[in-house]
């Protein structure tokens, strides 16, 4: 990292970053994807720093945006296959999942597997409380 302290003792020390080490760090944020804060923490630096750092370079947000719609509205067959948002997934249901809370304690070489059903939930919470106790 491209700084030098400024001169004095105590908390009050301020870095001084060279314009190149700046522009690097600017140009690292324009990359379509990439975090601020991301960047900001690989080099050290703070987020709200990079961020008047990028506004200063004249990198607006509405450029981030539109890139952001134009990578929204690609079809997967045209770009990229990422997924954004919620995916549902159906998950297969077992027997423990129909309405059965099924648990297997093992102690040394002793292994108990217990059923209970689902409508005794509250018993079952009881008998598992009393056997950790």
């Not at 600017?26 to 601020?36: E, K, L, Y």
């Not at 997934?89 to 108990?112: D, F, H, P």
């Amino acid at each position: 990292m491209d700084t030098k302290e400024a001169e004095g003792s105590g908390r009050g020390r301020r870095r001084r970053h060279t314009d190149e080490f700046k522009s690097s760090v600017v140009a690292q944020c324009a990359v379509p994807g990439v975090s601020i804060a991301a960047v900001a923490l690989q080099n050290g630096l703070n987020a709200n720093l990079l961020r008047r750092w990028v506004n200063e370079a004249g990198v607006k947000d509405e450029e981030h945006a539109g890139q952001a719609q134009r990578a929204a509205s690609e079809s997967p067959a045209e770009g990229a296959l990422e997924v954004t948002g919620f995916v549902p997934v159906k998950l297969a249901t077992s027997e423990a999942t129909k309405g059965t809370i099924v648990i297997e304690v093992r102690r040394g070489s002793v292994q108990v597997k217990v059923s209970w059903p689902l409508a005794a939930m509250t018993e079952c919470g009881a008998w598992l409380r009393e056997l950790m106790k």
